[in-house]
């Protein structure tokens, strides 16, 4: 097969201590399954895990010679949207199914002109800037939030907004009986 280190475990932030190598990948890069990569320091290995695993800033992968190789997030293009109301800018982002990374007084998404122009309709403010993009995993922890599917198309040109059904609007009150 290949003399190259082989990661087949994955520790999850807070599993683990120790010293370890870091290798510095973007958001896209950190959902993987099978890839080689190479640490920070140009040190080669390969990713071989049992199925696709969104990993984490933290989180390492254990590798057959026993060390460990701890994943740290990359700065990359993102957009830094604050307003008076980040729960109802939040609430959108994630009606359109788009990662986002919640701090106290900001969003921070993924450069999308479409999302940008929605939010600004709805009275945010935009900042493009580079960071660390870090974004809530889904409902069940671990996990990635583009992948929720209502089972039905959505149109995401620039002409029309994601809508969903009535059940999802944040403003209609639902009696659960």
């Not at 990713?47 to 060390?67: F, P």
């Not at 460990?68 to 949207?81: K, M, P, S």
């Not at 900042?127 to 809530?136: K, V």
């Not at 671990?142 to 059904?165: A, I, L, N, V």
Request: glycine share 8%; hydrophobic share 30%.
């Amino acid at each position: 097969m290949t003399d190259l280190p082989l990661a087949q475990t994955v520790r999850r932030a807070g599993e683990w201590r120790g010293v370890a190598e870091i290798v510095t990948l973007d958001y896209d890069t950190r959902f993987l399954r099978r890839k080689r990569l190479a640490t920070d320091t140009g040190r080669p290995f390969v990713v071989d895990l049992e199925k696709t695993t969104s990993l984490e800033d933290g989180d390492a992968l254990e590798l057959d010679d026993g060390s460990r190789v701890v994943i740290r997030a990359a700065e990359e293009d993102v957009l830094v949207v604050t307003g008076k109301s980040i729960p109802r800018l939040a609430w959108h982002i994630g009606n359109r199914h788009t990662p986002c990374q919640i701090d106290t007084d900001r969003l921070l998404i993924q450069r999308d002109p479409v999302i940008r122009r929605m939010l600004e309709q709805l009275g945010a403010t935009i900042e493009e800037a580079r960071h660390a993009f870090t974004p809530e995993g889904g409902a069940y922890g671990h996990g990635r939030t583009h992948s929720h599917d209502h089972s039905h198309s959505h149109s995401h040109s620039p002409d029309k907004f994601h809508e969903h059904d009535a059940e999802h609007d944040p403003d209609e009150t639902v009696d659960a009986g």
